[in-house]
């Protein structure tokens, strides 16, 4: 799959297979998080490759956004060093990476919020400093997601050209 296709197809997938992901899209995955570019090459994320059942459940049972976490096959934590400027830009960035690396390779996402982080943290060993961005959990789509069917606002109500307000199309 191309770039601009699994941009234009990439859906959130909230329901997943009990099906493992082969370890080398697992690696895929988190290096496409690892290669993502970062302000001054700080790279200051840190990723928890998560596959223990017990404690995807347990990471479920914390999120309540994220309840589904608990089906996953695999969960990536993403944790950033709590003094950077731009840990939460370049971490997005990476999240965003490594979702895109997965639908590729039609291993479907979500980010889940980590608002309970301070429950969260212990059961990672995720140390002080360091703070708990997202869990991202991953994994083979349950159901067919569709080809791409987005509901967007048209490009002309979200863009603009050479100055707000000036339609882009």
Same mark, same amino acid.
């Given at each position: 799959?191309d770039?601009?296709?699994?941009?234009r197809?990439?859906?959130?997938?909230?329901?997943? +297979?009990?099906?493992?992901?082969?370890?080398?899209?697992?690696?895929?995955?988190?290096?496409?998080?690892?290669?993502?570019?970062?302000?001054?090459?700080?790279?200051?994320?840190?990723?928890?490759?998560?596959?223990?059942?017990?404690?995807?459940?347990?990471?479920?049972?914390?999120?309540?956004?994220? +309840?589904?976490?608990? @089906?996953a096959?695999?969960?990536?934590?993403?944790?950033?060093?709590?003094?950077?400027?731009?840990?939460?830009s370049?971490?997005?960035?990476?999240?965003?990476?490594?979702?895109?690396?997965?639908?590729?390779?039609?291993v479907?996402?979500?980010?889940?919020?980590a608002?309970?982080?301070?429950?969260?943290?212990?059961?990672? !060993?995720?140390?002080?400093?360091?703070?708990?961005?997202?869990?991202?959990?991953?994994?083979?789509?349950?159901?067919?997601?569709?080809a791409?069917?987005? @509901?967007?606002?048209?490009? !002309?109500?979200?863009?603009?050209?050479?100055?707000?307000?000036?339609?882009?199309?």
């Amino acid at each position: 799959m191309d770039t601009f296709e699994a941009i234009r197809t990439l859906l959130a997938v909230r329901a997943f +297979r009990d099906a493992p992901v082969p370890e080398d899209v697992v690696r895929e995955i988190v290096e496409a998080g690892h290669l993502t570019a970062s302000a001054g090459n700080g790279q200051p994320w840190h990723f928890i490759v998560v596959q223990d059942k017990d404690t995807l459940r347990q990471l479920g049972a914390l999120s309540p956004s994220g +309840r589904y976490i608990a @089906q996953a096959q695999l969960a990536v934590v993403v944790a950033t060093d709590a003094n950077s400027a731009y840990g939460v830009s370049d971490a997005s960035r990476a999240i965003q990476d490594m979702l895109l690396a997965a639908w590729s390779r039609g291993v479907g996402g979500n980010w889940v919020g980590a608002r309970d982080a301070a429950a969260i943290k212990p059961v990672l !060993g995720i140390p002080e400093g360091v703070d708990l961005l997202a869990i991202v959990p991953f994994g083979y789509p349950a159901q067919s997601v569709g080809a791409g069917k987005k @509901q967007r606002k048209p490009l !002309g109500e979200v863009a603009s050209r050479e100055r707000f307000g000036q339609p882009f199309a």
